[in-house]
C-alpha cells in the first residue's frame, strides 16, 4: 500500500524556483485518503512529493516514476485521459497507468516524462536550447493531421467556457495581467469578453497544446522530450499556442517570476518557429487566455 511518509508541498512559479514547506504527513497515516484500488495497485509502495507548481487546482503528486493527478471530475479540465490516450505514438506525452473516478473526484496516474521544465535555471540560461525545444514541440503538434483530432478548443468553446465562468461569477481576475482592466484596459471581464466576440481573428488550424508554457514542455538537456498538461489539446489557431509561448518566455525572463535572463527575446520564439509575428493575434489570444 501507498505510505505517505513525508510529502513535501513545492510551491513554484513557472521561472523553477522552489519554495520548500513541510507538509504535516504522519508516517503511520496509510494510504492516501480515497485512493482508489486501481491506482493504489500500481503505485505499491511507493512515496511521493505534493507539487504546487502549475496552477490548475489539481492536487499533484510526483513518483520517481509516475504522476498522480487527483481533482474535481470536470468535462472541461479532465478531458486528458481521452487526450493522451489519442495522442499516444504521435507526440511524446505521458502514458497513462490508471485512471478512475470515485466520489465526485478525477484520478489519474501516468507515467512520468523524461528531463525537466524547461523554465528550470538550468533550461533558461540556454537561449539556444530552450529555444529550439519550443520550435521542436510545435512543430510536433503542427505535424498531426488536424482532419484527424477529435477534440475542438476553436476560440468559440473558448469564449463560451469564459462566458459561462463570468456569468456564474467563477471568474476571477487575480491572476490576469495588470494591464487588462482597468484605466488603460477594459472595464470588466464583460466588456473583455464582447470584444473578443467583436474581433474573432481568421483561424490557421493545427493541433494546439492549449496551455503552451515553458512548465508544461520538457527536456533532456539535448532536445524536447514530451508535454504535460494536455487537457486543453485540441483543433484550433495556431496562434493560441505561439501567444501563450511568446508570454511564458517574457515572463520568464524579464523578472516576474524573481529572476531576469537578459540573454532571452521573446520575440526570437517566432524566428525558431518559422512564423512572422502578427502583433494583432498575438495580443487577442493572449486577451483570450485571460478569460480562461
Known sequence: MLKTERLILRRREDSGAENLHEYAGDPDAGP???CPASVAAVLGGRTGKMDGLGKSGAQV????D???????????????????????????????????????MDWLLMTRIRGTELCKPEIMNNAA??????????HALWSVPVEECPFE??????????????????????????ETFGPDGFENPTALLDW???NVPRQDRVVTHGDFCLPNLFTDG??????????????GDRWMDLALGWRSLKHNSDGHYGKIYPNINPDDLF?????????????????LDELN
Open 32 to 34: 492516501i485518503a480515497g
Open 61 to 64: 503528486l510526483l513518483f520517481d
Open 66 to 104: 509516475y504522476v498522480l493527478k487527483i481533482r474535481p471530475a470536470d468535462d472541461w479540465d479532465t478531458m486528458d485521459v481521452r487526450i493522451l490516450q489519442w495522442l499516444s505514438g504521435k507526440v511524446p506525452v505521458p502514458r497513462v497507468a490508471a485512471h478512475e473516478v470515485q466520489d465526485g
Open 129 to 138: 536550447l530552450l529555444l529550439d525545444c519550443m520550435a521542436e514541440a510545435l
Open 153 to 178: 478548443r476553436t476560440v468559440g468553446d473558448n469564449l463560451a467556457h469564459a462566458e459561462a465562468a463570468i456569468r456564474a461569477g467563477r471568474f476571477d481576475p487575480s491572476d490576469c495581467e495588470p
Open 196 to 198: 473578443l466576440k467583436r
Open 222 to 235: 539535448k532536445q524536447f522530450t514530451g508535454f504535460i498538461d494536455v487537457g486543453n489539446v485540441g483543433a
Open 271 to 287: 524566428r525558431a518557429a518559422g512564423v512572422p509575428k502578427d502583433e494583432e493575434k498575438l495580443r487577442y489570444y493572449i486577451l
